[in-house]
């Protein structure tokens, strides 16, 4: 699930084609600070372990795992800085999402391929909500979902995952794959989604832990 998830994530951000390693994937973001990310393909500790002391100052690694603070543990022993917010893989069968509306705002929806967007416009044409989605076979990766703070807590972030759902199953998609921030999470937990693992991921840069932002990733709103 963790790979599936991972095409749809790189096709959103525009990335090249994850490399493929025995025991990790690889995406190429070319950001300061986090010149590549590696996904680890299992949460067995010596694999984890080898990995994470490998890390360059410039690489983060995320391990997909049903023990999140074990792992964030072992992270932070062999010397990288594993970030205080652990991330959670979530799944939903897209027929059972919900498609809630409003008449508050206008739905503006943009399709490229694989790759659709929606934002919930204001009368005077500003952005309320946006997020966007890329279908691959039988999945869609919902990502950057966000609520402009001044719009928040009037359902807007519900309208932007029904439209892409909707959308997505028109393409043929079946099971919608996310990666939640805690916040996001209560959100799409009301909505029906389901946690499927943690995420947890860590920096090179040898100092300990930190607090930090995996970057534009799913927000609740």
């Known amino acids: 699930m963790m790979r599936r998830w991972l095409e749809g994530w790189r096709r959103c951000r525009g990335l090249e084609p994850v490399i493929e390693y025995s025991d990790a994937y690889a995406a190429v973001l070319r950001l300061p600070g986090r010149d590549r990310e590696l996904f680890t393909r299992t949460d067995e500790p010596a694999t984890v372990e080898r990995l994470a002391l490998s890390l360059m100052e410039d690489t983060w690694l995320t391990v997909t795992t049903q023990a999140g603070d074990r792992v964030a543990g072992q992270l932070l022993a062999a010397g990288a800085r594993p970030f205080e917010e652990q991330k959670i893989l979530m799944s939903i069968e897209l ?25 919930l416009l204001t009368p005077d044409g500003g952005v309320a909500a946006h997020g966007m989605s890329a279908v691959v076979g039988a999945d869609v990766v919902m990502h950057d979902i966000q609520t402009d703070p001044a719009h ?9 995952m029904g439209a892409l759902a909707r959308r997505a199953v028109e393409h043929g998609a079946r099971t919608g794959l996310l990666m939640a921030t805690i916040d996001g999470f209560h959100l799409y937990r009301k909505l029906g989604w389901t946690a499927e693992a943690t995420m947890v991921t860590a920096s090179g840069a040898r100092l300990g832990p930190v607090r930090g932002d995996l970057g534009p990733v799913l927000t609740g709103g």
């Open 95 to 119: 027929q059972r999402h919900p498609q809630p509306a409003t008449d508050l705002y206008l739905l503006e929806e943009m399709a490229d391929g694989v790759l659709g967007s929606v934002r």
């Open 152 to 160: 928040r807590r009037r359902g807007l972030g519900s309208v932007v």
